[in-house]
């Protein structure tokens, strides 16, 4: 039963981080491609368009593969690596916690990279490999126990 509640959690904390980052997403969405680049060259993020494209897709892809548990690992890397991103360019300045931190960053980071190598029965990923590992494992330890 204990299994059950951990990957209703594990789901619902996918689902959690990837609304905040599919928030973003949306909103670079909405600035367009040049706009986003514009900030992020301001910001001295190098590569400023190729960045742009990469944050939106993994900020609106991602999420929306995050939700259902898909590619959860190559998405929580992507979070890592646009949150260090934010992280330098825009928030270090302002402290761990003051007015702009960036706790928020370095949780939501964090979060979607434990929940991307854990996601959990719920989801696509363990529907698609989990079961084939699980029974592999029990394949093996059965012949050890032969």
Do not use: C
Request: overall charge neutral; proline content about 2%; glycine content about 16%.
């Amino acid at each position: 039963m204990f299994g059950r509640f951990k990957d209703v959690a594990l789901l619902l904390g996918r689902i959690g981080v990837a609304v905040v980052f599919l928030a973003h997403g949306l909103q670079k969405w909405n600035n367009g491609i040049d706009g986003t680049a514009k900030f992020f060259e301001m910001s001295g993020i190098p590569l400023p368009t190729a960045a742009a494209v990469f944050a939106m897709t993994v900020e609106i892809l991602g999420s929306v593969a995050f939700i259902v548990g898909f590619l959860l690992p190559l998405v929580g890397i992507g979070y890592v690596v646009i949150s260090v991103g934010a992280l330098l360019s825009v928030h270090i300045d302002n402290g761990l916690t003051g007015q702009g931190g960036y706790e928020l960053v370095l949780v939501l980071a964090l979060a979607g990279l434990a929940l991307g190598f854990n996601g959990g029965r719920l989801s696509l990923d363990h529907l698609l490999w989990g079961r084939k590992r699980a029974r592999r494992d029990a394949e093996a330890g059965e012949l050890q126990n032969a």
